[in-house]
């Protein structure tokens, strides 16, 4: 019974979360709702990594090159021909934004499915490995397929739009309960439409055969296909489906952007994602959420309110200032985290209540499955 | 016996939680007191006001890295350029205002800097100081969108047509151009010579390039180009390629450890050619690095600004500042080109002052109306009338001194070759 009063109580937690999100573009302002849409992204991104990395157990650093094709096929395919500056003229697709969309994210998943002979057969840090030189070929055609990516500069990403309308400053113009809705506010509610979308698809992958078969093959490929799964299968196809998310996450980094350039779509970047779902819980979804809002919005916040933070230096001062600041919390923080909370942000706000039943979204950390992911892959 | 269903009951809750959430935030929401965007144009004391600009202050932004691999250059740009608007307010600032800089640290960080222009964007006038290329690219359309003048911490050419950027100093290309042309002059190389490049994958290396080509074509020089990235930290490959194919000179566009990379590997295997550099390339530390003897022997630098221990009367205006601020720091260039970038976005400030119009349109307009800033002589005079070209052609060379302030001594002062004035901007007569 109180198991079930919890289950009730963090669904509670959950929907007025959303409802909270829902009305925050009526209060705060650009640096938030710019600060959100990073989030989204990043969370959207993070889910994806955490299918293949933190369910499955395939370490995956190439999540920063599939986040680059959802954000470049989206550019490209909605696109116009347009001259970008630098003697640069880069083409394009003229497709509806939407459809464009659909395209980039069916693109990324192509890549993945290329690569899912490799990912196949290779596992812990071969896999690391391999997917690593996917991040370096991405940048190499970033910058060089000029009239597709517009090289260093980047290009614009056309603004969204859905049936007519556009996510856009104006067109039609909207204001809500006296609030005049711009580009940042209504591409916050496509960020949040689309993460709460990823994030019931991947719970609910999780929760059934796939998941289970996954975490099968995580804790023993051996046990896995003695078990009747197809294990070469199952772990292409959850490359196939995390390098989609990282293909959405990058459509969005698009539009939040505004204009992407090659120079983020770095090994850092992937990194940093894999900072996320290990910060926030390895396997479990609302941990890959967490952890992605936690990496995200720490360095920036932290630089928003430097003015404030007295015992920081202000910039052009000498001493620790706010961005060195957020990365010794940062870097500290994942060392916490992996010593005393291998559950990650998650396991803390109380989500291994839901541990019970098939619902194992999140590795017992105190487990053996745990423990013998972590000789395999000592992230 | 009736049996409740435990599992609805509780679905019911939470549904009728749910909407209370959702019936307190509309009501709270009705009285939502969020302000739209940034501060729209007034008029004030028959002075037409724009964001950031109050009857006592005007606010400049400032997007730089503190934090992050331009850490060094960012820092002393900005003090640089607090250190000349110190002393313009008290002298009494412009149109009675002060001047105040709002500093933000993006670490060149894309993200970080996205994500810290919004809020910037509703509180200041224009940007005094954006550093980092793929920054500069990856706000192009925000900055377009919102008309904001600003100082782009970069020489390119290709980014003259944007008529909000303006460019302080000359561009890689014709920086190069200059210094090919001095080296002619000095009898280091003549025509027939085959002369190296390396430069970086980017904006910053392919400007470069285009310089060297124009100047190889016109001057009869063989040219043999090295393309890298900019995370390499060795260029010996590069230099043993150059070798082989005789190289009376190598031309670097480069990141400061690669310089040191080159420098080190051109005296080590005895090739001991010159390398002549863009402004970029240096930074005053390299000559406390093993390094150091091959730099002072074979580098030199190009460059439109003084360097820290230049004899203008700006430039030791700028470094006695300096000094007495930060009596312990190790300064270089960047202080000297901060004070004189400040100086010429002042200059704009003042001229729009005096159009009564201290809007963006304003700024904008007094931008192009500018042709002539004057720095004391750390910058030659820049002009601003023709969208597209460079403010100057003009450059001077230094060499790697460790006994000069800031590790660089003039040896060729401010000049534009004729090399450099026949050279066509390749943005030339866009961006109006």
């Known amino acids: 019974m109180s198991e079930l009063l919890r289950r009730h109580a963090s669904r509670a937690v959950i929907i007025a979360l959303v409802v909270v999100l829902a009305a925050l573009p009526l209060y705060v302002g650009a640096f938030w709702l710019q600060l959100g849409l990073f989030v989204f992204a990043a969370a959207i991104g993070a889910i994806g990594l955490n299918l293949v990395t933190g369910t499955a157990g395939q370490l995956s650093l190439a999540h920063a090159f599939f986040l680059a094709i959802g954000a470049y096929g989206y550019a490209y395919l909605s696109g116009t021909a347009t001259s970008i500056g630098g003697g640069v003229v880069v083409d394009?697709?003229?497709?509806?934004?939407?459809?464009?969309?659909?395209?980039?994210?069916?693109?990324?998943?192509?890549?993945?499915?290329?690569?899912?002979?490799?990912?196949?057969?290779?596992?812990?840090?071969?896999?690391?490995?391999?997917?690593?030189?996917?991040?370096?070929?991405?940048?190499?055609?970033?910058?060089?397929?000029?009239?597709?990516?517009?090289?260093?500069?980047?290009?614009?990403?056309?603004?969204?739009?859905?049936?007519?309308?556009?996510?856009?400053?104006e067109d039609p113009d909207l204001t809500v309960l006296g609030v005049r809705f711009g580009q940042r506010e209504r591409l916050w509610y496509l960020g949040l439409v689309l993460l709460i979308l990823c994030y019931l698809f991947a719970t609910n992958v999780l929760r059934g055969r796939p998941g289970r078969a996954l975490q099968t093959i995580r804790d023993s490929e051996i046990a896995a296909a003695t078990m009747g799964v197809n294990v070469r299968a199952y772990k292409a196809w959850a490359f196939v489906l995390s390098s989609m998310y990282a293909g959405l996450a990058g459509v969005l980094v698009a539009l939040a952007f505004q204009r992407p350039v090659p120079d983020y779509f770095n090994l850092t970047l992937s990194i940093t994602y894999l900072?996320?779902?290990?910060?926030?819980?390895?396997?479990?979804?609302?941990?890959?959420?967490?952890?992605?809002?936690?990496?995200?919005?720490?360095?920036?916040?932290?630089?928003?309110?430097?003015d404030h933070l007295t015992f920081l230096a202000q910039p052009g001062e000498s001493g620790v200032g706010a961005a060195d600041f957020a990365k010794y919390v940062y870097g500290g923080l994942v060392i916490v985290v992996i010593l005393v909370a291998p559950g990650g942000l998650a396991g803390l706000f109380g989500a291994r209540g839901r541990q019970t039943g098939v619902t194992t979204d999140q590795p017992d950390p105190t487990g053996p499955s745990s423990s013998v992911m972590v000789k395999e892959d000592p992230l | 016996m009736r049996t409740?269903?435990?599992?609805?009951?509780?679905?019911?809750?939470?549904?009728?939680?749910?909407?209370?959430?959702?019936?307190?935030?509309?009501?709270?929401?009705?009285?939502?007191?969020?302000?739209?965007?940034?501060?729209?144009?007034?008029?004030?004391?028959?002075?037409?006001?724009?964001?950031?600009?109050?009857?006592?202050?005007?606010?400049?932004?400032?997007l730089t890295d503190l934090s992050g691999v331009f850490a060094v250059l960012g820092k002393t740009v900005t003090q640089g350029a607090q250190l000349y608007f110190d002393k313009l307010n008290k002298d009494g600032g412009i149109c009675g205002r002060q001047i105040k800089l709002l500093v933000k640290d993006d670490g060149y960080d894309v993200q970080?800097?996205?994500?810290?222009?919004?809020?910037?964007?509703?509180?200041?006038?224009?940007?005094?100081?954006?550093?980092?290329?793929?920054?500069?690219?990856?706000?192009?359309?925000?900055?377009?969108?919102?008309?904001?003048?600003?100082?782009?911490v970069s020489w390119a050419s290709t980014i003259l047509d944007n008529p909000n950027n303006m460019i302080v100093g000359t561009t890689y290309d014709l920086e190069l151009i200059n210094g090919i042309s001095w080296m002619v002059d000095k009898g280091m190389i003549k025509r027939g010579d085959a002369v190296g490049h390396i430069y970086l994958e980017g904006e910053y290396g392919e400007d470069g390039y285009l310089g060297s080509k124009f100047a190889a074509k016109e001057l009869g020089l063989k040219l043999v180009g090295q393309k890298i990235t900019a995370t390499a930290t060795d260029v010996s490959t590069q230099i043993a390629a150059l070798k082989n194919q005789g190289v009376k000179a190598i031309l670097l566009?480069?990141?400061?450890?690669?310089?040191?990379?080159?420098?080190?590997?051109?005296?080590?295997?005895?090739?001991?050619?010159?390398?002549?550099?863009?402004?970029?390339?240096?930074?005053?530390?390299?000559?406390?690095?093993?390094?150091?003897?091959?730099?002072?022997?074979?580098?030199?630098?190009?460059?439109?600004?003084?360097?820290?221990?230049?004899?203008?009367a700006g430039a030791t205006a700028a470094r006695s500042a300096f000094e007495s601020k930060y009596p312990t720091a190790v300064p270089n260039g960047g202080s000297t080109w901060g004070w004189g970038g400040a100086e010429a976005y002042a200059t704009v400030l003042k001229k729009?002052?005096?159009?009564?119009?201290?809007?963006?349109?304003?700024?904008?307009?007094?931008?192009?109306?500018?042709?002539?800033?004057?720095?004391?002589?750390?910058?030659?005079?820049?002009?601003?009338?023709?969208?597209?070209?460079?403010?100057?052609?003009?450059?001077?060379?230094?060499?790697?001194?460790?006994?000069?302030?800031?590790?660089?001594?003039?040896?060729?002062?401010?000049?534009?070759?004729?090399?450099?004035?026949?050279?066509?901007?390749?943005?030339?007569?866009?961006?109006?």
Do not use: W
């Open chain 2, 352 to 432: 729009a002052c005096d159009n009564k119009d201290l809007t963006r349109d304003g700024l904008q307009k007094a931008f192009r109306q500018t042709t002539s800033v004057d720095t004391d002589g750390i910058l030659p005079s820049l002009d601003y009338s023709n969208p597209g070209d460079p403010p100057t052609r003009e450059a001077l060379v230094s060499k790697a001194d460790k006994s000069a302030k800031g590790g660089l001594d003039v040896v060729q002062p401010l000049k534009a070759s004729d090399l450099a004035k026949k050279y066509v901007a390749p943005e030339h007569g866009k961006g109006g």
């Open chain 2, 253 to 312: 566009t480069t990141t400061p450890t690669q310089t040191a990379s080159a420098a080190a590997v051109d005296a080590a295997t005895g090739l001991n050619v010159p390398l002549l550099g863009n402004n970029p390339v240096f930074v005053p530390q390299l000559l406390g690095t093993a390094a150091g003897p091959a730099l002072e022997k074979l580098l030199y630098v190009a460059a439109s600004f003084e360097p820290y221990s230049g004899d203008s």
């Open chain 1, 92 to 169: 394009g697709r003229e497709l509806p934004p939407l459809l464009a969309a659909a395209l980039a994210v069916a693109l990324a998943g192509l890549a993945g499915l290329l690569f899912s002979p490799i990912a196949g057969r290779l596992r812990g840090i071969y896999l690391g490995v391999a997917s690593l030189s996917l991040v370096f070929i991405g940048q190499h055609v970033l910058l060089n397929a000029k009239d597709i990516t517009g090289g260093f500069y980047g290009r614009n990403a056309a603004p969204f739009q859905l049936f007519g309308f556009t996510f856009t400053d």
């Open chain 1, 275 to 306: 900072a996320m779902i290990v910060i926030g819980g390895l396997g479990s979804v609302r941990g890959a959420v967490i952890g992605a809002a936690f990496v995200t919005a720490l360095p920036l916040v932290l630089t928003h309110y430097s």
């Open chain 2, 4 to 62: 409740r269903n435990p599992y609805q009951a509780g679905t019911r809750r939470t549904l009728r939680a749910a909407l209370a959430c959702a019936t307190v935030v509309a009501l709270v929401a009705a009285c939502s007191t969020k302000s739209n965007g940034g501060g729209s144009d007034k008029s004030n004391g028959g002075i037409k006001t724009g964001p950031g600009v109050t009857d006592s202050t005007i606010t400049l932004g400032v």
């Open chain 2, 112 to 152: 970080k800097a996205v994500g810290l222009y919004p809020d910037m964007e509703s509180s200041v006038l224009g940007m005094e100081q954006l550093l980092g290329s793929p920054i500069n690219a990856a706000l192009k359309q925000n900055i377009e969108t919102d008309k904001m003048f600003t100082i782009p």
